[in-house]
């Protein structure tokens, strides 16, 4: 009797990770490593590679799975920065049963600021959608290697930042950079200054300065 049981508890839990393990490898054709800023060295995952594997899984769009979206929304940060965030539903049809919602939210800048100046994105809610469903889609397995394999996300605390070098004289900034006014990570002062340390950023600004004084 207890083997039996034991089968049928091993059988289960096999058919319960038929869609994770289906979907948790990702071909390197679909990965590309992330190069500068703060998810450098993190992996990311082509979209159109989840949308094929959902497709592969459950069936066509639609019809074998589809999305809902709950909401979109911004929010304003620092320096000018201004994030736009998408809230979706994802459905999916096993053995003719559609699932419930498997929540994802997901992100991407409406307003950022490099060098100094605003950009403002045009596409950023679609990249928010979009991220939104590999957060949804994760719930499933899908990419799990992935993640698994970094051994780290872009959520932890406790991450080795990448050092932040000034463009001008090519010096390591300090991890926190304390000005008058606030405290910045070497990553916000590099975007904030254009690239430069305090000490070039300070010398670009007296001659900026001169400059104006003597017209």
């Known amino acids: ?12 839990m096999m058919d319960n990770m038929r869609y994770y393990n289906a979907g948790r ?4 054709a679909a990965k590309k490593t992330i190069k500068g800023g703060k998810l450098s060295g993190f992996t990311d995952i082509n979209p159109m590679w989840r949308i094929q594997k959902l497709t592969e899984l459950f069936g066509v769009c639609g019809v074998g799975w589809y999305t809902e ?7 304003e940060g620092k320096d000018g920065r201004v ?18 919602p498997i929540e994802g939210i997901g ?10 100046s605003p950009e403002t994105s045009d596409e950023c809610y679609k990249m928010a959608y979009t991220d939104a469903i590999g957060v949804a889609a994760k719930a499933l397995g899908i990419g799990a290697d992935v993640y698994w394999a970094a051994g ?15 463009t001008r004289c090519k010096q390591k900034l300090k991890d926190e950079i304390k000005t008058s006014k606030r405290t910045f990570t070497a990553q916000e ?16 600004y007296a001659a900026r300065k001169n400059k104006g004084e003597g017209e």
Request: charged residues 30%; negative net charge.
């Open 107 to 116: 992100g991407s800048m409406l307003v950022n600021v490099f060098k100094g």
């Open 69 to 75: 979206i709950k909401r979109i929304w911004a929010e």
């Open 1 to 12: 009797m207890t083997i039996v049981l034991e089968g049928k508890m091993f059988m289960d």
């Open 25 to 28: 490898e990702v071909p390197d």
């Open 189 to 204: 002062y590099f975007d904030k200054f254009g690239g430069l340390c305090p000490d070039c950023a300070t010398a670009d």
């Open 83 to 100: 994030a736009a965030f998408c809230e979706i539903h994802l459905y999916v049809k096993v053995d003719g049963e559609w699932s419930r």
């Open 152 to 166: 780290r996300t872009k959520y932890s605390q406790d991450e080795k930042k990448e050092p932040v070098y000034c």
